[in-house]
């Protein structure tokens, strides 16, 4: 694991042999989602290339998945997925009623999608309601850390309002954002092209993340800094409840701890690096 800082004005890094090399962020999404999905998402930080995960910090178990990860909190990029579709509001229905059940419940991202009509611009989201949900998000991640996350992350269901506070929420708090990030003509990031199924069950058996990468389908290797997203995570009940991307998730475990994304990393002198490892003037 790297706890190297890139130098502002740096040349591309090269090997012995004079050949450039690039560095690599893989990023694994919905840390804490359930406590399955959270035990996957370590085995492939111990045992595998994931650099970068993004904790759920409206989830009831949050304290307890962060108490897993912090013995590796120095060696990855901890971040935030802000999450608006998944679990409960930090702050209720009394304080953000744009954005969930009474109940307290976010709207799920079908229920969210079928309020996003052409009469309100397919965007029902109340700015101020989505800006004081995240910002409660980041500072319970910060009651809990005792810090601020390491990057900001979009969970799943976005619009351009919920786009727009979350940028606001990275500059006012100085965070890299996954966003802009993907942005950079420096940065090439991963299509996820293997998710491509109907949402079956059969079907996410046969995903297969690592035949898709190491086919450099999205033309990693041609830029200096390459970045994927994955769903590393094991399976329980409370998974199929929250999310339908379940099944996949072990896959992705699969690929990021199995040998055959290890040697491609290696045979293509690719160094793995975390948001920390970001130049600082690129946020």
Known sequence: MTGRRWQKNRQPWRTTEGRLYMKLIVQSDDYGITRAAALGALEAIRN???RNTGFFTNMPWAEECYEWIKPYEKDI???IDLNASTGSSVLGFDRVPNLCHEDGSFYTSKE???LDTDENDHDHVDYDQIYAEFEAQILKFEKICGRLPDYIHNHAYGTKTTMLASRALAEKYRRPWTTALMQRKEVTPAGMGWYAFGGGLEEQL???PAAYITSDRDGLLKNE???IVCHCGYVDADLFKYSSFNICRANDVACMTGETMKNWIRENHIELISFKDLPEDWY
């Open 48 to 50: 595998g290339v994931v």
């Open 77 to 79: 990029a901890f971040g």
């Open 112 to 114: 969210n999608r079928e």
């Open 206 to 208: 046969h995903t297969d």
């Open 225 to 227: 800094y390459g970045y």
